[in-house]
């Protein structure tokens, strides 16, 4: 795993803290929130479709992914978790999970339990509406990859996810120079983008053809970052970042 935070980062002060200026109490609150820290292997449900949770999970370390399966088998991988995600904070008002979310690497996972949550955000309604603004960047993230899979065709529909996690790196500070590690195999990006693995390798191999990408191992080079945007039909709006981020 290769995080950012060091010893004393708080992940939520983090994240709220940059949708707006927290307070003291606010920051006192995030810190005393009570959380299980664990880290579980790589291809493990961390929930899974059915489950009753009484706890949200932050992703902490590493990547993970929403997902359903066909009564056939087939996975669709409809969300990529990054660091400093909730992947499940739905979970806090739905009772039961419609989706499972799944671990791509080895993740460090905190376990927040609804019922600190819940307090949380009777204690600080700041917090609670930042919560609430996450789940909505979480459906619009949604719409745009419906968008995606049903209408852009081969090295645009992998363009346009290229670029949607190079932007949400970034602004974790997980990417340098148009560059970071991207652990997603070619079956994940196959689920995610309803291709087969082969028709994976061939756009792969296309992109890197037409210098839009350069893959090294599981790190990810992008030599060219306004052409990558205009394969994809990249723009930034539907993930809510400040201009700075979205810009960068």
Request: charged fraction near 25%.
């Amino acid at each position: 795993m290769h995080s950012p935070f060091k010893l004393g980062y708080n992940p939520l002060i983090h994240k709220l803290g940059s949708i707006f200026t927290l307070t003291e109490n606010e920051r006192h609150a995030l810190e005393n929130l009570p959380m299980q820290v664990a880290v579980i292997k790589a291809d493990q449900d961390i929930v899974r479709e059915g489950d009753h949770p009484s706890r949200c999970c932050l992703i902490l370390d590493g990547f993970a992914c929403t997902y359903k399966v066909t009564a056939e088998g087939r996975r669709q991988i409809v969300a990529f978790s990054i660091p400093v995600d909730i992947a499940d904070l739905q979970s806090l008002h739905l009772n039961v999970l419609d989706n499972s979310v799944a671990t791509i690497t080895a993740c460090g996972v905190g376990f927040i339990t609804h019922e600190a949550l819940r307090d949380l955000c009777t204690s600080h309604p700041r917090i609670a509406a930042a919560l609430w603004r996450d789940t909505l960047v979480d459906a619009s993230i949604f719409r745009e990859w419906m968008m995606n899979v049903a209408r852009r065709e081969g090295a645009s529909r992998m363009a346009h996810v290229l670029c949607e996690l190079l932007v949400r790196l970034r602004a974790v500070g997980l990417v340098e120079d148009h560059a970071c590690d991207l652990p997603i195999t070619q079956v994940e990006f196959a689920d995610a983008l309803g291709f087969t693995t082969v028709h994976v390798n061939r756009v792969l191999q296309q992109m890197r053809t037409d210098g839009l990408i350069e893959l090294k191992g599981k790190r990810l080079f992008v030599p060219d970052w306004e052409r990558l945007k205009e394969a994809g039909e990249f723009d930034p709006t539907y993930l809510h970042l400040d201009d700075e981020e979205a810009a960068a």
